[in-house]
């Protein structure tokens, strides 16, 4: 699952300088409900979080604790939403200003690519009522080596 780090650009590696910084320890909880917040959907609230850890019964305090910190490190920022009451959510921040990376849904590994065109079309996109700062673009599938075992996996059942 480690893989998934890459795709916010070092999320963990800017966690860990944060806390050395100042002056923290070393968690593997921490570190483990960073993992789960990159494998969610963006943005995510802190009781989707707290689902995801559910298996490895990670208290909601905790949980709130880590979010806090992810704030601070800047790994993360809430975006709250306006009508009613619901609830904060949580979004990663990309590590790079701009991102094209093809993310392979079976063995998490991820690969940047560099697409001029597509880049073009993007930034030609421009409105008024939004200033674009930087995108990310994730293409999900399936790596060669992961394509080459599953035809091979079925060329041996016939
Ligand atoms: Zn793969």
Redesign the pocket.
């Known amino acids: 699952m480690g893989k998934i780090f890459k795709v916010f650009g070092g999320a963990l590696e800017r966690l860990n300088a944060y806390v050395q910084e100042n002056g923290g320890r070393y968690s593997a909880v921490r570190e483990n409900v960073l993992e789960h917040a990159c494998m969610l959907p963006q943005p995510f609230t802190a009781e989707q979080l707290e689902k995801a850890c559910q298996l490895e019964k990670i208290s909601s305090g905790t949980i709130y604790n880590c979010l806090q910190l992810f704030l601070k490190a800047n790994i993360v920022h809430a975006t709250k939403r306006q009508k009613g009451h619901q609830a904060t959510e949580y979004e990663l921040i990309t590590g790079n200003p701009i991102r094209m990376q093809r993310i ?1 849904q ?2 998490g ?1 991820v690969t940047n690519f560099r697409a001029p065109a597509i880049d073009r079309l993007i930034r030609e996109q421009k409105t008024p009522s939004f200033f674009m700062q930087h995108y990310t673009l994730f293409i999900y599938g ?2 060669r ?2 394509r080459m075992d599953s035809l091979e996996k079925r060329k041996k059942k016939s």
Do not use: D
């Open positions: 392979c079976k063995c590994r399936e790596c080596r992961c």
